[in-house]
């Protein structure tokens, strides 16, 4: 019975420091500290700085389905782990946020920004835009500096 038991709890134990070691999603204000100039473009002139907005103004009129389709494009990380779940449960994700070009910032937070942790200069490409724009826009995106804009 003992045994079993401590069984258990190393399963336990493994299973929770293995979701510890997993990046995860922080949102767009835990960046704002170390990048002030690209979180008040961001806040000034990305629209997705309020992408939320758009789904909250016709969630009325939407099935439970069709408004979790929405969550895809609109938010931070939805269906990921450590992504978005609802306007109530992850509020700081509710807009798409940094991470939607950068990837998850966990990782790089909690190591006090170390920039191996995340995916930065060189590394956004036009298929990072992709899953969200559609095709004839993505074409548009196709100089270096196009891939800024909709960020800061
Ligand atoms: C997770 C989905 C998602 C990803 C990934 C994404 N976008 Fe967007 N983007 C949006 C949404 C949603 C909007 C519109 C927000 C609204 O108006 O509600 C938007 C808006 C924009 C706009 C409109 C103008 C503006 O300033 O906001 C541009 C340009 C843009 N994105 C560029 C990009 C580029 C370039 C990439 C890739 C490097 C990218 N986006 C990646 C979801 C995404
Ligand atoms: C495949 C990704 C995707 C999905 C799914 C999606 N959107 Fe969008 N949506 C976008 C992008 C990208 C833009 C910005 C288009 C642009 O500016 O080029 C946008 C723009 C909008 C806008 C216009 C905002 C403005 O300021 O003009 C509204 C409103 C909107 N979406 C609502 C919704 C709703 C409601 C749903 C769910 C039923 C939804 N979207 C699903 C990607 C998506
Ligand atoms: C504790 C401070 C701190 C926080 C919080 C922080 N960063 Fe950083 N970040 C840094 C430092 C320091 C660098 C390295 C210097 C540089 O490249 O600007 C960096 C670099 C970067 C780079 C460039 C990496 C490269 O190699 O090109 C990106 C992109 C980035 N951070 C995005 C983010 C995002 C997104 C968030 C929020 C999820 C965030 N950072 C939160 C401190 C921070
Ligand atoms: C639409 C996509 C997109 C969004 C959203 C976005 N970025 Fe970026 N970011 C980029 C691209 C593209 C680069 C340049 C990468 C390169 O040089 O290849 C970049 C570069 C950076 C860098 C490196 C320094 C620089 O300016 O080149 C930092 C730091 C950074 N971003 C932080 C942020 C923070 C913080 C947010 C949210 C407030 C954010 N980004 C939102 C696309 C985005």
Redesign the pocket.
């Known amino acids: 019975m003992r045994m079993e038991m401590a069984v258990v709890m190393v399963a336990l134990a493994v299973g929770a420091s293995a979701l510890a070691a997993e990046n995860r999603f922080v949102g767009s204000t835990a960046c704002a500290d170390c990048h002030e100039s690209q979180y008040a473009s961001y806040k000034a002139?990305?629209?997705?700085a309020?992408?939320s907005?758009?789904v909250r103004i016709m969630a009325s009129d939407l099935t439970e389905a069709e408004l979790k389709e929405c969550f895809?494009?609109?938010t931070?990380g939805y269906g990921k782990p450590g992504g978005f779940v609802s306007f109530e449960k992850t509020p700081e994700l509710a807009d798409?946020g940094c991470e939607?070009?950068h990837g998850p910032g966990g990782a790089h937070v909690d190591a006090g920004g170390d920039p191996s942790l995340i995916k930065g200069r060189g590394k956004?490409r036009?298929e990072?835009?992709s899953?969200?724009?559609n095709e004839e826009r993505v074409k548009a995106?196709g100089f270096k500096s196009?891939?800024?804009?909709?960020?800061h």
């Not at 002139?45 to 997705?48: E, G, L, R, S, T």
């Open positions: 002139n990305a629209k997705k309020h992408s907005r758009s895809g494009c609109h931070t798409a939607v070009c956004i036009v990072d835009c899953g969200c724009h995106f196009t891939l800024y804009s909709g960020g």
